[in-house]
């Protein structure tokens, strides 16, 4: 039993490890990207503004039509998605 959770742990731990890697990574990358990009600082930021509200825009859309499939799924289970219509006011 003991190797078993080892094992598990050792996995945990080298996922853990990956990911933050892949955050760190993600965040070096684009502070190197933007301070070595051919354009001006105020044109770099005026695309780096728009991106973001593109991208504000996407994460809205995926909101709402996640809210749309739970209202779905909850239809035919009334009384089990209350939680989620409370959360959701």
Request: with cysteine; aromatic share 6%; glycine share 10%.
């Amino acid at each position: 039993m003991s190797k078993e959770k080892d094992n598990k742990n050792k996995i945990s731990s080298n996922i853990d490890k990956l990911v933050m890697g892949a955050i760190i990574g993600g965040a070096v990358g684009s502070v190197v990207g933007a301070t070595l990009a051919p354009k001006s600082g105020k044109e770099t930021r005026e695309y780096l503004k728009a991106k973001g509200k593109e991208l504000y825009e996407k994460g809205k859309e995926m909101v709402h039509e996640g809210e749309e499939k739970i209202e779905e799924a909850c239809k035919p289970k009334k009384k089990r998605c209350f939680i989620w219509r409370l959360f959701k006011r």
